[in-house]
């Protein structure tokens, strides 16, 4: 079962905008991390948040963690046509040794 | 190598038909992940290996999914006497350590295709 939903599933905008994408969860985490899918293709990280991290930059991507409302986001500042992609949020629970995904939000850039 | 590779990329399986998937990870990694991504859902986990160790076996949806990794570097998922319910995306992933925060590398998938 999944745990972490994305919000929204489809998100389109122009070039230049900001992307923002939610991911809720449902139990208590080690790290949360969000993912990128683009079609057809493997799996690629972006950022890793610690469940004592409240917020994380690295270059465009900035994420933001609330474990008080069990919720991540993910914001992409001035996007770009190659951030067209599935974004996924995952999370790290101390007892396993699995990602839980949820089932993605579908970006589209358009220039 | 330079990063996670599976084969086949692509496989069409005629219900029935066992099948095997290769995963090849980043040389010296110890943990080994294997997920299923249907069609517009996001990755389930399946199972994990530490080295040759399978120690979480439990998302392997029936006793038809068996992987192994007999030497801690190349692994193999099989799954016997495929259905269609199990065309979907089998994604292989390797870590360097075994710890929950190391980032998790993951190929490019092999495109399961059941009919």
New interface residues.
């Given amino acids: 079962s999944?745990q972490?939903e994305e919000d929204p599933q489809a998100l389109s905008i122009q070039e230049g905008e900001n992307a923002t994408m939610n991911c809720s969860y449902k139990t208590s985490i080690?790290?949360l991390?969000w993912?990128r899918q683009n079609s057809g293709?493997?799996?690629?990280?972006l950022i890793?948040i610690?469940s004592n991290e409240r917020e994380k930059h690295s270059g465009r991507l900035r994420v933001t963690l609330d474990t008080s409302k069990k919720s991540s986001s993910l914001l992409i500042t001035a996007s770009r046509a190659a951030d067209t992609a599935s974004y996924?949020c995952?999370t790290?629970i101390?007892s396993?040794?699995?990602?839980?995904?949820?089932?993605?939000t579908s970006l589209l850039v358009t220039p | 190598g330079a990063g996670v590779s599976q084969s086949p990329r692509y496989k069409v399986a005629k219900r029935g038909q066992d099948v095997a998937l290769r995963c090849d990870p980043i040389s010296g990694h110890v943990s080994l992940f294997w997920y299923q991504q249907a069609l517009g859902q996001g990755p389930e986990f399946l199972t994990y290996f530490q080295n040759e160790a399978q120690l979480d076996k439990s998302g392997l949806p029936s006793d038809r999914f068996f992987a192994e990794r007999p030497e801690g570097s190349v692994s193999t998922l099989k799954i016997q006497r495929t259905q269609q319910e199990d065309s979907a995306v089998y994604l292989c992933a390797s870590s360097r350590g075994t710890g929950l925060g190391n980032t998790i590398y993951f190929g490019e998938g092999s495109w399961l295709t059941v009919v």
Avoid: E, I, P, S
Wanted: glycine content about 20%; proline content about 0%; hydrophobic content about 35%.
């Fill in positions: 999944q972490g080690n790290n991390q993912y293709r493997g799996l690629v990280h890793l610690r996924f995952a790290a101390n396993g040794y699995a990602l839980n995904f949820g089932k993605g």
